[in-house]
T-cell receptor
Framework: KAGVTQTPRYLIKTRGQQVTLSCSPISGHRSVSWYQQTPGQGLQFLFEYFSETQRNKGNFPGRFSGRQFSNSRSEMNVSTLELGDSALYLC????????????FGPGTRLTVT | KQEVTQIPAALSVPEGENLVLNCSFTDSAIYNLQWFRQDPGKGLTSLLLIQSSQREQTSGRLNASLDKSSGRSTLYIAASQPGDSATYLCAVKGDQTGANNLFFGTGTRLTVIP
């Protein structure tokens, strides 16, 4: 069974631009969560999507948004990029239900210059 | 707000040694706890998942325990190998309905010396 895939793996953007990251969950998984990982703040929860609806949201500004498609694939968008948005963005998928473990993708390394 | 702490931040051991990594959390109202490993620049690999009703889980040389009431979990690695070198992260999931997000610790960076 294929794991969680994320594209692109690496991105370099300039301040003020916007970026879209993509995540394809494991087949059959309907929940997709996004996390930001930085050396200073560690891993922080961005948001979770389930059945095309945002179910939960972390404490990030509105520049960070996401969506989920009917095939459970998800995208996250960051507008008006800032230097502090440079991070590893990880997505995780799980089966429906809180009891199930989460499986992470390899991440997208975003560098903002 | 849930806070997760991992001690030590870094650990260096000779190959073959048994070791214990510690994780503590402030809010005992958790649904489950998951241990991950992360290699440099890579994603997270799930190692073990312990439900809140369980006391421990084992997988090969790994054993994780959970004491929910005291807010603690330990990951025991037996007979460590150089390939175990990585950062180990614990994460807890709260028990609120509809909340599937994980709260992560800052990790323990393990180096196993051949």
């Amino acid at each position: 069974k294929a794991g969680v895939t994320q594209t692109p793996r690496y991105l370099i953007k300039t301040r003020g631009q916007q970026v879209t990251l993509s995540c394809s969950p494991i087949s059959g998984h309907r929940s997709v969560s996004w996390y930001q990982q930085t050396p200073g703040q560690g891993l922080q929860f961005l948001f979770e999507y389930f059945s095309e609806t945002q179910r939960n949201k972390g404490n990030f500004p509105g520049r960070f948004s996401g969506r989920q498609f009917s095939n459970s694939r998800s995208e996250m968008n960051v507008s008006t990029l800032e230097l502090g948005d440079s991070a590893l963005y990880l997505c995780a998928s799980s089966r429906a239900g809180a009891a199930y473990e989460q499986y992470f993708g390899p991440g997208t390394r975003l560098t903002v210059t | 707000k849930q806070e997760v702490t991992q001690i030590p931040a870094a650990l260096s051991v000779p190959e073959g040694e048994n070791l214990v990594l510690n994780c503590s959390f402030t809010d005992s109202a958790i649904y489950n706890l998951q241990w991950f490993r992360q290699d440099p620049g890579k994603g997270l690999t799930s190692l073990l998942l312990i439900q809140s009703s369980q006391r421990e889980q084992t997988s090969g040389r790994l054993n994780a325990s959970l004491d929910k009431s005291s807010g603690r979990s330990t990951l025991y690695i037996a007979a460590s190998q150089p390939g175990d070198s990585a950062t180990y992260l614990c994460a807890v999931k709260g028990d609120q309905t509809g909340a599937n997000n994980l709260f992560f610790g800052t990790g323990t960076r393990l180096t196993v010396i051949p």
